[in-house]
């Protein structure tokens, strides 16, 4: 079956203290995994799309990258504003539909 | 450029009252999509439409009916209000169903007494 599973649940931090999210998956083929990061009250907003082992991204103080079982957020200095949630999804060859995590629950305090 | 539109944004129903919550996009994408949002668990899609015209159950399609009225405007129906469809709903869009990423409407939280 497949899965997604995020860790920890939640996370504080304080400021400029740099951590990292995980994101376990299990898929019969990954087509892709995607992160998105959602501030409360608010649909999430896309951050990340990667597609193969060994692939890395980034964006501002954020830097993802992809083995083949899981995906690590990467979070450098990190600010007040950016406490949200993170959540995970993969997409599978064999079906276009996501397959999305609970999220992790980051605070980062100043 | 308002992207993702939902309407309303709180509703309070009672079992067995019927409703239907309201997406459009600005954005010219084909695929569109329903999700519900619950405590300590991820997004589950409840329905899409891949493409005007077409419509596909999701992972929990049971208790729900949708219309792709055009290629703008996606809805949601519940037909008979249960309390275990309290949750915050959430509509998506994307170019295509394939890997491009899905912009998500405000959310509507909805609560069945």
């Known amino acids: 079956e497949d899965q997604v599973t995020q860790s920890p649940e939640a996370l504080r931090l304080q400021e400029g203290e740099s951590s990292s999210l995980n994101c376990s998956y299990t898929?019969?083929?990954?087509?892709?995994l995607f992160w998105y990061r959602q501030d409360p009250g608010k649909g999430p907003e896309f951050l990340f799309t990667?597609?193969?082992?060994?692939e890395e991204k980034e964006k501002e103080r954020l830097k993802a990258t992809l083995t083949k079982k899981e995906s690590f957020l990467h979070i450098t200095a990190p600010k007040p504003e950016d406490s949200a949630t993170y959540l995970c999804?993969?997409?599978?060859?064999?079906?276009?539909?996501?397959?999305w995590g609970a999220g992790t629950k980051l605070i980062i305090k100043p | 450029n308002a992207g993702v539109t939902q309407t309303p944004k709180f509703q309070v129903l009672k079992t067995g009252q019927s409703m239907t919550l309201q997406c459009a996009q600005d954005?010219?994408?084909?695929?569109m999509y329903w999700y519900r949002q619950d405590p300590g668990m991820g997004l589950r899609l409840i329905y899409y439409s891949a493409s005007e015209g077409t419509t596909d159950k999701g992972e929990v399609p049971n208790g729900y009916n949708v219309s792709r009225l055009n290629k703008r405007e996606f809805s949601l129906r519940l037909e008979s209000a249960a309390p275990s469809q309290t949750s915050v709903y959430f509509c998506a869009s994307s170019e295509n169903r394939e890997l491009t990423e899905a912009f998500f409407g405000q959310g509507t939280r909805l609560t069945v007494v």
């Open positions: 898929v019969s083929g990954l087509r892709g």
């Open positions: 954005m010219n994408h084909n695929s």
């Open positions: 999804a993969v997409q599978a060859v064999s079906n276009y539909q996501l397959i």
């Open positions: 990667l597609y193969s082992a060994g």
